[in-house]
Structures are given as C-alpha cells and as structure tokens.
C-alpha cells in the first residue's frame, strides 16, 4: 500500500498525516509550547498508595499527580513467565503502540499477584514512565515498566524476555530476528522486542540500534541516581522524530517536510541507522503552506465534524460522552435498488469500512459502542462483524470487538494513548457550555413570565423592567406581545422589555422601578 508521511512544522504547531493513497489515515499534532509527555520518564514520588483500588498516585512534577495502577509495577506479578501486566497472556504493546508475540512458555500457569501495599509505600521513590497523556481532569497514566522504542528494537530492561512483532509473519523470518538478538544482547536480563520494521534487516543494522538503545538506558539508570524525585529523566522523541521512527514503514515512499532544521535533524539523527532515508525524503519549501499544497486542512476539518456522510448516501454520526464513544449508523438519503434488508446490509458495511477510517484518523480510544442499522438475518450480521474484525487489521492501536448483539449493537475497546483530535484541536463551547444545545426561545420566555410574577409580588413599583437577549426581545415584541400586554393588566404594572446584545440567550434580569 503506497504511503506518504507529510510533516508541517510552525512555531506554534507540528503536525504529521500519513496518507495512504492519498488519503489521511493519522493525524498527529502537537502544540510548540506544550509537547506531549507519553514515553517520557521520571523520577517519582509516591504521594498515596490505596489499598482499596490496588492503585497510587505519584508526582512526577507535572500539574496533576499521576496514576499508577498495581498491574504495571514491577513485581505485581510471581511465577508469571513473561506475561504482561494488563495482557492477555500471550501478546502485550510497547510504548510506541505496536503488538508482539511472547513464547509458548510464557503462557502457562495463571500468575500469583502481589497486593501493592507490598510493592510500593508512601513516600518511595520510583522510576515511571508515562503510558497515557493526561486526558481532561485525569493525570497521567504511568508504569514502572520501562520501554524504550527505537527504529528496529524496543528495550524492556525490567524483563528478560526476546519477542517479535506479531505483523511478521514468516516462522523463518522470526527465528532468525530472534536469534540474532538473543546472540547480540548485552545481559540475559535485558529484554528486547524485535519490531515490524526489522523484517529483511541484516545483523549489524541490528546490532546499531540495539547498543543505542543500551546507551539510552545507562545513562537514565545515571540520572535517577544524581537527581531528587520529582524530576524528568528521559524525554521521549519529537513529534517529528517519532513519527519517522514509527510511521515509516516500508510502504511509504516519501516523508515530504517543510522545515529545513527538521529535515537536517532527521538525517542527522536517522541518517546513519537508515541510509535508504535519503532517497525518500523530501524538503519541500515555498510560499504554499504543505497541508495546502495537497488538501490535508479540508479532511483535518472534517474529523471535527459530528456526522460524516457515505458515499451511497447514507451517514453515520460520532458522539463522544465522558465515558464512551457512541457512533450510529443511518441510512439517510439511500433507499436502495431491490429490498430493504439488502440496503441496510450495504449501508452497514459501507459504514464499516468509514468508521474504522475515523477510528484511526480521529485516534478515538476507550470505549466505543456502534449502532448498526438492525439486521434480521443472522448471516447478515456476521457479514458486518466480519467485514469490521478485518478493517481494524490495519489498526495499530489495539483493539477488542465483541459479537453483534440482537439490537445491532457493536460493543469495542481501542486502546488509548493520546488525545483525540477533538480534545485536542477543540474547546468546550462558551456559549453552550459544551451541552451542545440551549434552551429555547419559548422556554427562556416562559421562565421571564415567571420571573415578573415573582418580582410583581416582591414590591409594589408601578412598572417591571425586562433585559434579555435581542431574540428574546424579538419574541416578547412579536408572538408574544399578547402576553405580554395580558401580563400588565393582571399586575397593573408597565413592562419595559430592553434588549442587551452582550447578554447570553439563557440571560435575563428583572427588576423594579
């Protein structure tokens, strides 16, 4: 599949899309003032262990205290192979968001868990790094489990385990990467994950990445013995140097980037470990800003929209909630040629294949509840969750997606690392205080009406005054003016209705004079 990697680099903003036939597939963005914090490490302190959630709260010197759960301390788990806190026994992800296969040994006997008040103690210090961005009110998610990702190898130096991504394929293959590995490691303690990207790579490339990654490591372990708790001992890649690092695989062809000190800093950095880089990138200078020049702004602009339309002319509609993701499926415009159980099945897998696209696009994780359009058939719904357990193949996050229930309802979980581009690129409504909606012209009327009633019994002024928004205004003079002249023969008092352009919709003030 032909890819492009187009990175914008702006004072105040970085950002990368990688497209796949020309199309936006991720989006990544960054603020020049405010870099994200994910793979960094720390020196915490414990701040509150809490027995009672198997979890603590540690302050790695950001602004909320972060959160760390018993399952990624080290030593959670006794007798437990090489089994990941939090996975399903037999495959688990590293920081860059990449899934890889343990060894059949490691799958064995369920693991002794170990509570935290033995682990860990109030007042410790302990050597963290952050899996997930702080997300709204909630810190940062972090695990003792260091990872360290580079180009071809991810170094886990709390386990001692040699793994290969699950995306190669090819047993040969496999046992080579792992041999090679197991030959080059510097310590049987020091585990590595081979990634994706080391498929066909030869020994010494290998070899490269590896004693880099052995570097990166020896000089943390030196600068959580010089420094106080709390204080950053690692910090992760830029944005721009983790998205060649993660994003460039061997389909894309060209990274195309604006910014000539970036574009020296890669080849700086990668050009090295990667000679092939060379060929492929690109420094692409003009007046023209680069998401222009290829029509990136108009696709970003629509992952911030609430209903994305199908090309049949049916639609679905993303809603996000504080606790999940809901995304329903509407026929709309479509009625179909021959029955109406064949244009829900076409909707529905049309629908399939545009969701997984915002999934990976909008980079919406957690929960997510899908309502397909209600199928009779059985093998029609096993069609849909078929086509949908085959399109988040080419997801890299991963995912958990659970039978078609009888009322058409998709339940899934993504995992998630970052903000979604919603969060990210949007604030809370001002006006509405992000409902959404406001109240309407008839209901703010009605609460006025109520409010002169009030004031009219509170005091015997011979007139109300009435501020309110000019639409609200509009309708006191309009539909209801009856109302309004029935209102002041009932109180014997004159109502004065002024409009107040600053005001909100919902605002009003009544008073006496």
């Known amino acids: 599949m032909a890819s492009e990697l187009i990175i914008n680099v702006t004072e105040h903003e970085t950002r990368v899309a990688l497209l796949e036939h020309g199309v936006v597939v991720e989006f990544h963005v960054e603020p020049g003032r405010k870099a994200g914090v994910v793979g960094n490490i720390y020196k915490g302190r414990l701040l509150r262990v809490l ?83 702080p997300l709204g009110t909630k810190g940062a998610r972090v695990t003792s489990h260091i990872s360290l990702p580079g180009r071809y190898l991810v ?25 090679i590995i197991e030959g080059l490691r ?48 690692h910090s992760d890649l830029s944005i721009v140097l983790r998205a060649v690092r993660d994003l460039l695989t061997t389909d894309v062809e060209r990274v195309l980037i604006d910014s000539r ?18 060929s492929r990138i690109e420094l692409v200078e003009g007046e023209e800003p680069i998401f222009d020049r290829y029509n990136l702004e108009i696709e970003i602009s629509r992952a911030l929209q609430k209903k994305v339309w199908l ?58 509840i899908i309502d397909f359009i209600d199928m009779d058939r059985e093998l029609n719904r096993e069609k849909v969750y078929n086509a949908l357990a085959e399109s988040l193949k080419a997801d890299k996050a ?24 919603l969060r990210l690129l949007s604030e ?26 009030r004031e009219a019994r509170r005091t015997g002024e011979p007139s109300l005054v009435v501020h309110v928004h000019p639409d609200i205004a509009d309708m006191f003079y309009e539909e209801e ?17 002024k409009d107040q352009p600053s005001f909100h919709i919902e605002q009003f003030e009544v008073f006496s004079q």
Not at 84 to 110: F, H, K, L, R, T
Not at 155 to 163: A, I, N, R, S, Y
């Open 261 to 278: 000190e970036e574009y020296e800093k890669i080849l700086r950095i990668y050009g090295d470990r990667m000679p092939w880089l060379n």
């Open 155 to 179: 170094l886990m130096p709390t386990m001692t385990h040699v793994g290969v991504s699950r995306r190669i394929e090819d047993e040969e293959e496999r046992t080579r990467l792992k041999t």
């Open 428 to 453: 809370p409504c001002p006006y509405c205080d992000g409902r959404g909606f406001v109240k309407g012209r008839a209901t703010v009327c009605s609460e006025v009406f109520r409010a002169m009633h």
């Open 311 to 368: 090309k049949s002319g049916g639609y679905i509609v993303i809603e996000h909630t504080e606790a999940l993701t809901s995304i329903d499926v509407n026929t709309g415009r479509y009625v179909g040629k021959h029955n109406f159980e064949e244009t829900i099945l076409k909707t529905n897998l049309e629908a399939v294949k545009e969701i997984c696209y915002q999934l990976r696009l909008r980079n919406i994780g957690g929960i997510i």
């Open 186 to 233: 510097p310590q049987s303690d020091m585990g590595f994950i081979v990634r994706t990207a080391a498929e066909g790579v030869d020994e010494e490339t290998l070899r490269v990445d590896l004693e880099f990654l052995v570097g990166v490591w020896e000089r943390i372990g030196g600068k959580k013995d010089r420094d106080k708790a709390p204080s950053l001992v």
């Open 51 to 133: 027995p009672g959630m198997q979890a603590a709260f540690v302050d790695v010197g950001l602004e909320r205290a972060a959160f760390l759960y018993v399952a990624d301390i080290v030593g959670h788990y006794k007798n437990a192979g090489m089994r990941m806190p939090g996975g399903d026994g037999d495959s688990y992800e590293n920081g860059a968001g990449e899934g890889y296969s343990d060894d059949p040994e490691a799958a064995g006997a369920e693991p002794e868990t170990v509570p935290i008040e033995q682990l860990i103690r109030e007042g410790q210090d302990i050597l963290v790094q952050v899996a997930k961005e």
């Open 481 to 497: 003016r009856s109302g309004v002249e029935e209102l002041e023969r009932k109180l014997g008092k004159m109502i004065i209705i």
């Open 398 to 421: 991963r995912t958990n997606v659970l039978k078609i229930s009888e009322l058409g309802l998709v339940q899934m979980t993504r995992k998630r690392t970052r903000e979604n581009i």
